[in-house]
Structure formats: C-alpha cells, structure tokens
C-alpha cells in the first residue's frame, strides 16, 4: 500500500526535484514521501488494525497464558491477547450465560480500542491533508501557519516516539536496540558532519536492507511451508475426505467449502460495494455526510475480524436463525471485505480522468449512461485488484468464520446454503493446536491453502492484465 | 446584429467568493463564429461553460442572470441539461477522446440518445468523420483505439464525436492550445467550415486566431466583458482603450 502510494506521486514532483540537483535520497525524503504521506499513514493505520485484531497468528505463538508479563516488558514471556481469549473461549460457552455475554463485553473492549487506533490514525490523516491544503484554500482558519508548524512538528515527534515503542516492542528482542540508538545519535549529532553523498549512500543501504529483510522472511516462510508439506500432497490427499480426526485422509471437503464461501463472499460483498463506490463518488459531493462514510468505512476496515465473526454468530447464526452454515459464512466474510472493495474501487473511479465524464455529458449523455459507458470501464482493472485483495483475504481468515460457518470435519459436501461445510484455514487451526500427531497433514493443507491463495492471486492478475490490454485496444 | 440564438442577461456567478463574472449581457448570432479573447483567469471559460450547464459539475458555484437559448431561460433548475448539451455540443482545451474504439467514440454519442441500428450508426459515424475532415485517415481503421491517434486528430474526434449528435451550438474551450501549429491549422480550417450548418463559440489565447476564425469577437477582462462586436471593428477600430491595449499586446 505504502508502495502504491510512493508510486502515485506524479513524476514530475521526481523531475523537477532532481532538476534542481537534489540527491535521489533528498527528492526521496523531502518531496516523495511527504507527497505520499496520507497513503503512506493510511498504511500504517491499516497495519497496526490488523495486528491488533489478528487472531489466529497470534493465538498460536502467544502461549494463550491469562497472566501479565512479570516483569511487564518480558517480551519472552507467554501472553494472552483479546482476540485470543474470544477465539479459544467462544466455541466452549453456552448461549446466554455469563461466560457468553462476558466474551461479548471483551469484543467490545476490543473494538472500542482498534476503534481508538484507528480514528485517532484517521484524524492525523485528516490533519495532515489539511495541514498540506490550508496554504491554498481561502477556507477560514483560526490557527496561523507558525502554530501549525509546530503543531506539525510535535505531531511527528509523537509519531516517531509511538513507533520507536512499537518498535522496541515487536523488534528481535534487544538486539536492535543498538542499532535504533546509534540511528537516533546519528539523527541528533552526526548530522551536520555527513556529507550529502554520504547520507545518500546510508539512506541507500538502510532501503536495500530492508528489502532484503522482506524478501528473506518471505522466503523462510515459503521454504519451511513447502519442505514440510510437499510429502503430504498426493492426488488422495486433495480428492479424500479426512479420517482419524485428520491425521489421514484427505482434506477434499475443506477445499470446495473454502471455494463456495469465497465464491458466495464475493458475490454478495461486490454489487454492494461497487454500489456503495459509485454513490459516494459520482452521485455525491464532497460533504460533511461523506466524510462520515468515508471514516465509518476506514473504522470497519480496520475492525478486527473475530468481532465481525462474533456479531455474525449473534446476528445471523442465532438471531436470524440461520444456523452455523455456508450461507452465515459468506455474509460475514462479505461484511468483512465490504471496506476493502468500496475504498479500492472508489480508489480507481477517483483515478479517472475528470475530462472523460465531462466529455460525456457535454454530449448530453445522462450521469448513468456516462458512468456505465465510459467511467467504469476502464475502472474495472483497479474493482478487480480490490476484489482480489480482498478474495485473497477471505480465503485466509479463520476468525470470522469459525463460529459462523465451519465444522472441523464432515465426510460430505454441502447440499445447500444451510449446512455447515470444512475450510481450509480452519481445518489447519484445528490441526495444530488441537490434534497431536497430524504434522504431515498440517503442512499439507498449509501448502494447498497457500497455492489456493496464490491461485487465486494469480488467476485474478491475469483478468485484470486482459481488461487493461482489451481497453487499450 | 440579427435574431440571436443565444442571449445572456445580466449574468453573474460566483466560484467560492470570488465574483467571476460580472454583469455579463450579450447576443450570440446564430450560424457565426464568436470568439471570446482576454488574459488568463478573466472568466472567458466560465462564460463558455454557462452556455451549457458544464459548471454544474463544480462545487461552490452560485449563478444569477439569463441565458435564453431558442427562447427559454436554460439557468432556471427545470431545464433538462441533459437535453440542454445535446443541442449545445463541447470541445475541451486538451482532446478528451474515450478509451474506445474509433468507431465507438463517434457512435457512443447517438446511442445514448437511443440509435442502436447498426446501419444508422455505420451512417453517422462516416458522416461525423468526413464532416470533422479526419475520414480519410481513419477510414481503415475504425476499430483501433483512439488513444492511439495524435494529438490533432483526437482533437478532431473530439469535433467528429459532438458533431455526431447534431447539436445547434458547438463550444469550443481553447481547443487548439495543445496542438501545434499543422493541427491548429486543420482545427482552424474546420471551424471556417462548420459555420455553415453551427453556431462556433470559442475561446482562445491566441488573438491572430481569433482574428481568423471569428466574425464575431468579445473582449473580458477581470470577469467583465469590456467590448463585443465585429471582429473587424475589435481588432481595427476598438472603442475601449483597454481592448486596444491588449490587441496591441501593451499587457496580457
């Protein structure tokens, strides 16, 4: 996202800064990224949402202990986090009871602190954007520009120390800390004695090597799924059902449930979607009531995804009385990618040329014909990529569905929307936390439900490579 | 001057607050070419986008006065706009042709006024290209992209696609200012050409232009119009000091 942002900086910013005989670092530091903060905090926001709200990752790793660290920055120690406490405990309460409506308060605790994140995140934004704006609009402001300055400047000091936090928090352990302590002695005294090409060629090694530090987690991750997993696929392994609680067997009726609700999410969570997209760019004006949306749409998008699986299991399973089923897994999944497809998509409408709408209307076409006929056309490429990234999302996530849709084992496929079905994130949930002995397997399902997303990555590239040829004709 | 097709009253409009264009009246004759001529930002586009209801589309704009088009006030809110740019055709500063076909740029026009008829349409498209003088360089080519056509000759797609749809009044928004010199010359040409069945209003930067085009000429300067008449009269005998001064280049 960071990169889409960094990517979108018009080029002539980039020319016009090396032009003058800026270093590549300083166009970089001094005009790109500034350019490109709003999309690149929205990353950020995005980021921290996630990590917050995940379940699954972190319910395997953190040890699930209901204990505080002792002493309180034991990073070693086992810890429990809110998701996880919603996600072990949910399946085990009985409807109705304490315990039940307990867990409900813990969502709530949770949501109300992602909510905190991430409007606070979105404010910043906002203020930023502002910020960047209010030298040109004429738009009455009560601050003056020295006070906006500093409010800036202490804005960013709080942003920085919030991320060297998280930073020391999430970082290998101490070993960085050295590293973190010599940048910030660079920062306060080395600067004046570095040279411009020095600082060119720091900045330049720092960049590759975090690419690098990218790259090799991608591959350990790749390496260790494949290797272990490899021996277990075979043509039984994808067309059997499982047996002996999956330690053998196949894990056939767990790849079409993950197709079906993927499938089934999509097609309710795109007309919605592109429906709302549409509204909220070519219908509408910049408003107040837009905002609105806008910000309710960014907070959803940043709920975390076992609150959206709690309400579904509230709402529809047992309110609605549709059961745990196929059905109440797709609407979740759905509610869940909604954001992702209505920002993504009013993303590439926004990225249509104003002239071609007015070129339209000019010829008294009226708003409809002019957005079905010549705005999204060319912007299906970019509802495309929304629905992938949000098709390959969907097929990974364990949160919103385990309550909702899913049953660890069934020997048949599903007969209607009704009836619960397996699915592959859950299926490998299970299998390793929760049956001993079924290491093979594991990693099995964890390739095939990695080559699934890939597929599904990839099968999606290629639509959309065909509508960007088809329109260039 | 004759019957008009086009008279405005007393118009004003504001864009936030600034007052962008200040008492505006004049008569358009129809079947001429009338070009609007001043410095940057003195209104001239906004003038040309009132007669079709293209400011519509911008936020933060109030609109007070008449323009009569064929008699009825096109300003008041129940005027059909979508029928209101089908009889009042435009051409951008820079060629906004669709990421189409040829072919379906032209056809896009009549279609959604409701032709389908394959016949008709193959009709209006070679009528449109041969009118907009772009035919005979297209004509084996129909079906390519129109993106991959140059700068010129988009611009007279862009023509070809507004005349596809018959309107009376075709505007014009600088439309020569991304050409060079060979492709203005054709668009210059055009337009000679075009007032025999259109009324031509156009706004331009380029005062030789204006000179060559026009039979009609308006002088605006700060949202105001200074002068209007005969584009002999403005450029030999002006009777404002002002326009004077900028026909001869003294600022602007």
């Given amino acids: ?473 | 001057m004759s019957e008009s097709i086009i008279s405005a009253k007393n118009l004003n409009l504001w864009y936030h607050e600034k007052h962008a264009l200040q008492n505006i009246t004049m008569e358009i004759e129809p079947k001429k070419t009338t070009a609007l001529i001043g410095p940057s930002g003195c209104g001239k586009s906004t003038l040309l986008r009132c007669f079709n209801r293209m400011n519509d589309l911008i936020n933060e704009v109030k609109i007070d006065g008449e323009i009569c088009l064929d008699g009825s006030n096109i300003l008041s809110p129940d005027t059909d706009v979508v029928a209101l740019r089908k009889k009042v055709g435009m051409v951008f500063q820079r060629p906004n042709p669709f990421p189409k076909s040829i072919y379906e740029n032209i056809a896009y026009g009549p279609r959604v006024h409701g032709i389908n008829d394959r016949k008709e349409l193959d009709a209006i498209v070679e009528k449109s290209l041969k009118h907009a003088a772009l035919w005979d360089e297209v004509c084996d080519r129909l079906h390519e992209s129109a993106l991959g056509l140059s700068g010129g000759q988009q611009q007279r797609l862009c023509i070809a696609r507004t005349l596809a749809v018959e309107p009376e009044v075709i505007l014009m928004d600088e439309p020569c200012s991304a050409l060079d010199p060979i492709a203005t010359a054709k668009i210059e040409n055009l337009i000679e050409m075009l007032k025999m069945d259109y009324t031509v209003i156009i706004v331009t930067h380029n005062m030789q232009q204006a000179a060559r085009v026009s039979d009609y000429t308006g002088f605006m300067y700060l949202g105001k119009l200074i002068e209007y008449d005969s584009t002999t009269t403005i450029f030999e005998h002006p009777k404002q000091d002002l326009t004077e001064n900028y026909i001869t280049g003294r600022f602007g």
């Fill in chain 1, 1 to 473: 996202m960071s990169e889409d942002a960094i990517s979108s900086v018009p080029h002539e910013f980039r020319e016009g800064s090396l032009a003058v005989g800026a270093t590549r670092w300083e166009t970089i530091s001094r005009v790109i990224v500034p350019a490109a903060l709003s999309g690149i905090a929205a990353a950020i926001i995005l980021g921290i949402g996630r990590a917050i709200g995940e379940t699954m990752a972190v319910l395997m790793v953190t040890g699930n202990a209901a204990i505080l660290p002792d002493p309180i920055w034991n990073v070693l120690s086992p810890i429990r986090t809110l998701t996880g406490t919603l996600g072990i405990e949910m399946g085990e309460v009985s409807v109705g009871g304490d315990h039940y409506h307990a867990l409900f308060g813990v969502a709530v605790v949770l949501l109300i602190i992602t909510l905190i994140v991430n409007l606070s995140a979105v404010r910043i934004l906002n203020y930023l954007n502002e910020g960047r704006n209010s030298r040109k609009s004429t738009g009455p402001s009560f601050l003056s520009p020295q006070v906006l300055d500093k409010l800036r400047t202490i804005l960013t000091w709080v942003l920085a120390a919030a991320g060297a936090i998280i930073l020391c928090i999430i970082a290998p352990l101490w070993i960085s800390l050295p590293v973190i302590a010599a940048a910030a002695v660079w920062y306060f005294y080395g600067r004046q004695r570095i040279t411009r090409y020095q600082s060119e060629k720091i900045a330049f090694g720092l960049l590759v090597t975090a690419s690098v530090i990218v790259i090799a987690i991608l591959v350990f991750i790749l390496q260790d799924i494949v290797i272990n997993g490899l021996p277990a696929l075979s043509w039984e392994f994808l067309t059997q059902p499982p047996s002996d609680l999956g330690r053998a067997g196949g894990i056939f009726p767990a790849i079409i449930g993950t197709l079906y609700l993927v499938c089934g999410a999509i097609l309710i969570a795109l007309p919605i979607g592109v429906g709302a997209a549409v509204y909220l760019v070519e219908y509408t004006r910049e408003g107040p009531i837009t905002r609105l949306i806008r910000t309710g749409v960014d907070l959803l998008n940043g709920t975390p995804s076992i609150v959206f699986g709690l309400f579904a299991f509230s709402f529809i399973v047992i309110y609605l009385n549709f059961g745990v089923s196929l059905l109440a897994g797709q609407i979740t999944l759905a509610l869940m990618v909604l954001p992702t497809i209505i920002r993504t998509t009013e993303e590439s409408l926004k990225s249509i040329p104003q002239s071609l709408r007015e070129g339209s209307l000019a010829l008294g076409a009226t708003r409809w014909q002019t957005i079905k006929s010549v705005v999204l056309p060319p912007a299906v490429p970019g509802i495309i990529t929304g629905a992938i990234l949000s098709l390959g999302r969907a097929a990974g996530e364990t949160a919103p569905i385990m309550f909702t849709a899913v049953v660890f084992s069934s020997r048949f496929l599903p007969t209607s929307l009704f009836q619960p079905v397996m699915a592959l994130p859950y299926h490998l949930f299970i299998l390793a936390t929760n049956i001993p002995g079924a290491s093979v397997n594991k990693y099995g399902t964890a390739l095939v439900l990695l080559i699934f997303v890939v597929g599904i990555y990839s099968v999606a590239i290629l639509v959309r490579n065909h509508y960007a040829n088809k329109i260039r004709g």
